[in-house]
DNA sequence: ATGTAC
């Protein structure tokens, strides 16, 4: 991409100003080398986000930015209903609800050391992944109505997890909206089987150890020390989130014609909030957010019952679970005013600052854990959000290292054998069902994580708290 | 990301 186009506003912060059809500016925040790496897509996808109508304030695109379907992945924009403002399925993702969860174990790393094959082959028994994997949990259609209202509080219900898990869960587990008739069969059908279940891809699970600290007092609120163990779950809404996406991305495509909005890109297919189909994507787009929060749900409780064979001084505690493509309601000051916005966040991740209300008591003096997985067999980070992150952002951070290539330009570059072979020589040891897929993964396909949220930290989107690195990754 | 396509 060439920098050049950009008004540069800091070393972190590149804005696009408004010309042609778009109604705001477009903000990229990234550092002057990640920017020049950057897919020209990139500013051209959220340049045209900018062009939507309603759209508030800025598009904007985080430092792991690439290119996506419509909207890049790593997209922010925020929309008033009341000025006409769109909600657009493109813009929240196929993977609804796609987020990150992660448990303190209270171990020391030397505690799985010494168990560390087995750990990682009987997490790989007890952690169903993979294209298509299926579970033990099979949902009858009032069921599966009863899961998409209520979420991981429906999990805990049926004794997967603890009640105190809600807390730390974004909406405490359960998003309100939600409108299990607007889930269409086809996507019930899809999901029937498929709880507790990673799916593929860039999911895992992933067993980890803190390798540095950077905030002391933010890290020891969050319970976080330097050697001690905590497990990441990053997965999503599994088949029912993506039949949604697929469905309503064509009937918005129709849709826009009909509400008289010119698309600068058919992709970035949309319809007002007040509408009816807007209003129908919404309700189902929450239930699949339930969907998710339900499944990350019941994956702990499947590794905590790995743990308790395995490791059984473990106690696994939430730290905090996090969504990063979803569209939230959410009041944000915007020139001076407090307003009700439809914040989208596609392969973005919330991260409200100290204070922020809908914040557990345990974590509002401090902020959200903004929790970015990398790729396999690199770190990954905890931040905590900012409140200048606000007007920045609308309170967004990156999600993790972002796609340098496609997967199909891994898969040729890269042997799944070799490369779970060498993570071995390094003490990290991958169980998957596919080395396709994890050639698919290879770290040397995504761009460097501890650079995109370096940049995100310099930009103030969310301040660094914690590395942690992998032991064992159960992966897709 | 995903029963890699109606």
Redesign the pocket.
């Known amino acids: 991409m060439d920098i050049n186009r950009f008004t540069k506003v800091s070393d972190t912060a590149w804005r696009l100003e408004p010309q042609g059809a778009m109604r705001v500016p477009a903000v990229i925040y990234a550092d002057e080398a990640l920017l020049a790496d950057m897919d020209d897509k990139v500013a051209e996808q959220a340049s045209n986000v900018a062009m939507l109508p309603g759209i508030v304030q800025a598009s904007y695109a985080m430092p792991d930015a690439h290119w996506g379907y419509g909207f890049p992945i790593g997209g922010v924009a925020a929309f008033d209903a009341e000025q006409g403002g769109v909600v657009s399925a493109g813009g929240v993702g196929?993977?609804v609800s796609?987020g990150v969860r992660t448990l303190l174990t209270g171990l020391d790393h030397r505690a799985i050391e010494a168990v560390q094959p087995r750990l990682a082959d009987a997490l790989f028994a007890g952690i169903p992944a993979g294209?298509?994997s299926t579970g033990q949990i099979h949902l009858r259609d009032q069921q599966m109505t009863d899961m998409l209202r209520g979420g991981a509080a429906w999990a805990v219900e049926r004794s997967f997890g603890q009640p105190e898990d809600l807390e730390r869960i974004e909406e405490r587990g359960q998003m309100a909206g939600a409108d299990p008739e607007a889930v269409s069969q086809?996507a019930r059908k899809?999901q029937r089987n498929?709880m507790g279940t990673l799916?593929?891809?860039?999911?895992y699970l992933e067993v980890q150890h803190i390798t540095r600290v950077f905030d002391p007092d933010v890290a020891a609120a969050f319970g976080l020390a330097e050697g001690q163990v905590v497990v990441s779950i990053h997965?999503?809404s599994?088949?029912l989130g993506?039949?949604i996406g697929?469905e309503f991305l064509r009937e918005m495509a129709i849709a826009a014609q009909g509400h008289g909005i010119d698309l600068p890109d058919r992709e970035l297919a949309c319809a007002p909030i007040h509408s009816e189909i807007g209003q129908r994507y919404l309700g189902a787009m929450r239930a699949a957010i339930n969907c998710a929060l339900a499944n990350r749900q019941i994956l702990t409780h499947l590794a905590r019952e790995v743990f308790a064979e395995v490791l059984p001084d473990a106690n696994l505690r939430l730290l905090y679970d996090v969504s990063h493509n979803t569209c939230k309601t959410e009041r944000h000051v915007v020139d001076g005013r407090d307003r009700e916005l439809y914040v989208h966040r596609k392969g973005a991740t919330r991260a409200f600052g100290p204070g922020h209300p809908d914040l557990p008591e345990a974590l509002r003096g401090v902020g959200q854990p903004v929790l970015i997985g990398g790729s396999m067999g690199t770190a990954s980070y905890i931040l905590v959000g900012t409140n200048e992150g606000e007007r920045l952002s609308f309170n967004s951070a990156c999600h993790g290292a972002g796609?340098a290539m496609s997967?199909h330009q891994a898969t040729r570059q890269w042997r799944g054998r070799a490369l779970v072979d060498e993570l071995a020589a390094r003490g990290i040891l991958i169980r998957s069902p596919s080395l396709r897929g994890v050639a698919g993964?290879a770290p040397g396909a995504y761009k460097d994580v501890s650079r995109v949220v370096q940049a995100s930290h310099d930009a103030g989107l969310a301040r660094l708290v914690a590395r942690v690195e992998p032991m064992v990754c159960i992966k897709?």
Not at 199 to 203: A, L, P, R, T, W
């Open positions: 196929f993977d796609c294209l298509g086809q899809r498929e799916g593929s891809g860039n999911h997965c999503g599994r088949g993506h039949q697929t796609r997967r993964e897709g």
